[in-house]
């Protein structure tokens, strides 16, 4: 079954406590992105990846870093975790170098920053 | 910087009644445009897309969405909603050949039976 799995689904830690969320897709993708979720604010894309080890921006890095080793996974890193990073999380993938066709989602990663 | 308004936060309808869900941009060269719809507990599903062409866009579940370049608009439309259609609905627009997506907030769609 084609899909993009995110773990853990949910997440309590304290600050400054790094931690990881993993995404693997297993569906060949070239591209993978992250996007946090928050009340009022809708999804705000984190990073995006077009391939291995080419890695850009979205509207919201800071705090995070990412990387691409491999092309199945995309790992989202938070160094130093603050409670302004509490937020739903999710990862996505699509195939191709242009945006025409869909991106998949996981299930989201619930993140609380205590 | 490119920006994307969902002016409804919240939208009730009867089942069967029509929907328009509206969706307005900002961006200087032609976007590409989305909808997704996110049911409770889930990821986002891909209703919509439109890229150029014909600006009257069919979807799944029997969605569509008309692009109108003049409004910057990018409406959302169902003739008869179902109320396994309650959840919440994002407009996006990509830049960079797409792959950077900026989302609208989002319209919680309630349906009433």
């Known amino acids: 079954e084609a899909q993009v799995t995110q773990n853990p689904r949910y997440l309590i830690t304290v600050t400054g406590k790094k931690l990881t969320v993993t995404c693997s897709q297993n569906?060949?993708?070239?591209?993978m992105s992250w996007y946090r979720q928050d009340p009022g604010l809708g999804l705000r894309q984190i990073y995006y990846?077009?391939?291995?080890?080419?890695?850009d921006k979205g509207d919201v890095p800071e705090g995070y870093k990412v990387s691409r080793k491999e092309k199945r996974n995309f790992p989202l890193i938070l160094e130093s975790p603050s409670p302004n990073q509490t937020s739903l999380y999710f990862c996505?993938?699509?195939?191709?170098?242009?945006?025409?066709?869909?991106?998949?989602f996981g299930d989201g990663t619930r993140l609380s920053i205590l | 910087a490119q920006s994307v308004t969902q002016p409804d936060i919240h939208i009730t309808v009867s089942e069967g009644a029509s929907l328009e869900l509206r969706c307005n941009y900002s961006?200087?060269?032609?976007?590409?445009l989305f909808w997704y719809v996110q049911s409770p507990g889930q990821g986002l599903q891909l209703l919509l897309k439109?890229?150029?062409?014909?600006?009257l866009v069919q979807g799944i579940k029997g969605f569509e969405a008309e692009f109108k370049r003049s409004q910057s608009s990018f409406n959302l439309r169902k003739p008869s909603v179902h109320w396994s259609d309650a959840a919440e609905y994002f407009c996006?627009?990509?830049?960079?050949?797409?792959?950077?997506?900026?989302f609208g907030t989002g319209t919680q769609l309630k349906v009433e039976l």
């Open positions: 996505a993938s699509r195939t191709g170098a242009f945006s025409n066709q869909p991106q998949h």
């Open positions: 569906m060949n993708h070239e591209y």
């Open positions: 990846s077009m391939n291995v080890e080419v890695t």
């Open positions: 961006y200087g060269a032609t976007p590409y």
């Open positions: 439109y890229f150029s062409g014909d600006t």
């Open positions: 996006a627009v990509g830049t960079g050949g797409g792959n950077k997506l900026t």
